[in-house]
């Protein structure tokens, strides 16, 4: 049986990959450049936003805004300009030669540069009632939600810096946070550690893992398992912060930009790559910030890279 005709490459000025805050604002600037942009936003398109309920520190917003309902402005924003998107993954990238090339599924793509805005995937339990419960008490940034939780009490899962940092910023807002750590001792740095032990409204929960999340509509509490005796309690909570680290989405690129010891993309000069005419933007290559406002402003910042690259170009 002979394989189906893969069809003819489209050449394009420039490719975007992804379609949260990054993309999308990368989209809107590259189509009001006439570059015309193809905007590749995947099948889980808009990235870690769609997973948020209301959003209150995007500017422009004094009212505030659903997640998913910011993401349909910026995408709407980007097409009224001319941008063109496609609601499929990209299966492939070839950035060894010039033009481009980037497959999605049988469709085959040219282009004279690219702007990766892949984004990063937090890292979760792996419970059902997790998912669910995701933007209903679940959260993955304490930045973005600790404001709603004011003078409750919550629950953080993680040991690193990143944890206690979440923990320590919490505590602006509410009554109590329980760090949950599956060991009796920290990943943390040793400062970040002594700030978390000394802040009265931190305390530590050990040696335990949460086996559920409890609640129907929202979060009640969760379920703690103590790996060493295995004893298991149902622990009161009105949200519980999941801060396990990030995976960057970035396989589709490993072996041909250079990435960082953790798989982030690295960029130089603003969203410059180690390849010219490809431009970064978004969680992609920040693990440091990891909103949608700096998303979005690296978004801005990638397009007009990737202009001034198409100009140099025409000489």
Same mark, same amino acid.
């Given at each position: 049986?002979?394989?189906?005709?893969?069809?003819?490459?489209?050449?394009?000025?420039?490719?975007?990959?992804?379609?949260? %805050?990054?993309?999308?604002?990368?989209? +809107?600037?590259?189509?009001?450049?006439?570059?015309?942009?193809?905007?590749?936003?995947? /099948?889980?398109?808009?990235?870690?936003?769609?997973?948020?309920?209301?959003?209150?520190?995007? %500017?422009?917003?004094?009212?505030?805004?659903?997640?998913?309902?910011? #993401?349909?402005?910026?995408?709407?924003?980007?097409?009224?300009?001319?941008?063109?998107? @496609?609601?499929?993954?990209?299966?492939?990238?070839?950035?060894?030669?010039?033009?481009?090339? #980037?497959?999605?599924?049988?469709?085959? /793509?040219?282009?004279?540069?690219? @702007?990766?805005?892949?984004?990063?995937?937090?890292?979760?339990?792996?419970?059902?009632?997790?998912?669910?419960?995701?933007?209903?008490?679940?959260?993955?940034?304490?930045?973005?939600?600790?404001?709603?939780?004011?003078?409750?009490?919550?629950?953080?899962?993680?040991?690193?810096?990143?944890?206690?940092?979440?923990?320590?910023? +919490?505590?602006?807002?509410?009554?109590?946070?329980?760090?949950?750590?599956?060991?009796?001792?920290?990943?943390?740095?040793? #400062?970040?550690?002594?700030?978390?032990?000394?802040?009265?409204?931190?305390?530590?929960?050990?040696?335990?893992?949460?086996?559920?999340?409890?609640?129907?509509?929202?979060?009640?509490?969760?379920?703690?398992?103590?790996?060493?005796?295995?004893?298991?309690?149902?622990?009161?909570?009105?949200?519980?912060?999941?801060?396990?680290?990030?995976?960057?989405?970035?396989?589709?690129?490993?072996?041909?930009?250079?990435?960082?010891?953790?798989? /982030?993309?690295?960029?130089?000069?603003?969203?410059?790559?180690? #390849?010219?005419?490809?431009?970064?933007?978004?969680?992609?290559?920040?693990?440091?910030?990891?909103?949608?406002?700096?998303?979005?402003?690296?978004?801005?910042?990638?397009?007009?890279?990737?202009?001034?690259?198409?100009?140099?170009?025409?000489?």
């Amino acid at each position: 049986m002979s394989r189906p005709r893969r069809q003819p490459p489209m050449a394009e000025k420039v490719i975007i990959i992804g379609s949260g %805050p990054a993309g999308l604002t990368a989209g +809107l600037y590259t189509a009001r450049a006439d570059l015309k942009p193809l905007l590749l936003e995947g /099948y889980q398109a808009g990235g870690q936003l769609m997973l948020t309920t209301e959003v209150e520190n995007f %500017p422009g917003y004094p009212e505030g805004r659903m997640g998913p309902d910011l #993401i349909a402005d910026i995408r709407q924003q980007a097409k009224r300009f001319g941008a063109r998107l @496609i609601t499929k993954d990209v299966t492939r990238v070839n950035l060894s030669k010039r033009p481009f090339q #980037i497959e999605v599924g049988k469709e085959s /793509y040219e282009t004279e540069s690219v @702007i990766l805005s892949t984004g990063a995937s937090a890292r979760l339990l792996g419970l059902e009632n997790e998912k669910r419960l995701m933007g209903k008490g679940v959260t993955t940034c304490a930045t973005c939600d600790g404001a709603f939780f004011r003078g409750m009490e919550v629950a953080m899962v993680g040991g690193g810096d990143s944890a206690l940092e979440e923990a320590i910023f +919490l505590t602006r807002f509410v009554k109590k946070v329980s760090v949950i750590h599956r060991r009796d001792q920290l990943r943390a740095s040793k #400062i970040m550690q002594e700030r978390a032990k000394k802040n009265e409204k931190i305390s530590f929960v050990w040696n335990s893992i949460i086996e559920d999340v409890l609640g129907d509509k929202e979060v009640t509490g969760i379920r703690l398992k103590n790996v060493k005796t295995g004893h298991v309690q149902n622990f009161s909570c009105s949200g519980l912060f999941v801060a396990i680290g990030h995976t960057p989405n970035t396989t589709l690129f490993k072996g041909q930009i250079d990435l960082d010891k953790n798989g /982030y993309i690295l960029t130089h000069e603003g969203s410059s790559t180690n #390849i010219p005419g490809v431009f970064a933007c978004g969680d992609v290559q920040d693990h440091t910030y990891r909103q949608a406002i700096t998303a979005a402003g690296s978004g801005c910042m990638a397009a007009l890279d990737c202009e001034r690259y198409l100009q140099s170009l025409e000489g």
